[in-house]
């Protein structure tokens, strides 16, 4: 969804009472490229929106995946794939200065949880685009290496 700041109220409104979103918050994060909150009140699930900047983050909004969630009310929700997900905490590691260790952790669960699943040959192709090669690479190694005892 585009969220130009004539269509921020209007897209709070159509969350209703059933989240905190504050509007403000949303525009500030359209405007600088970033991310923002809201919080559904009776669960307490945190949803974080990201709003598409780069390249790669137009990419991966291309490339999601709608999953239905409720066939009777026929209710979607889209998902990144697991190359797309590996590709961003790569770019935020390397935009945080390459010292978040949740961000490496992330990588690596990847890596390792999707084993063999991945598209090697797009994960290469957009980490040489995006100029996280080498942070691929040495992900790749870590992951491939001794595991410690659980």
Do not use: C
Request: glycine share 6%; hydrophobic share 40%; no cysteine.
């Amino acid at each position: 969804m585009d969220l130009a700041n004539e269509r921020t109220d209007a897209f709070v409104a159509a969350l209703g009472s059933d989240f905190y979103a504050d509007a403000d918050s949303i525009r500030r994060a359209v405007r600088d490229r970033s991310n923002v909150n809201l919080i559904h009140h009776a669960s307490g699930v945190k949803v974080d929106l990201f709003v598409a900047g780069s390249s790669l983050e137009l990419r991966q909004l291309e490339r999601r995946r709608s999953i239905r969630v409720d066939a009777a009310l026929d209710r979607f929700v889209y998902m990144h794939s697991p190359e797309d997900i590996l590709l961003q905490k790569l770019d935020w590691f390397r935009r945080g200065g390459g010292v978040s260790d949740r961000q490496w952790r992330d990588v690596l669960s990847i890596l390792i949880g999707q084993a063999n699943r991945l598209d090697e040959a797009y994960l290469r192709s957009v980490a040489a685009e995006s100029g996280l090669i080498d942070l691929l690479d040495r992900a790749q190694r870590e992951a491939a290496g001794p595991r410690p005892p659980s």
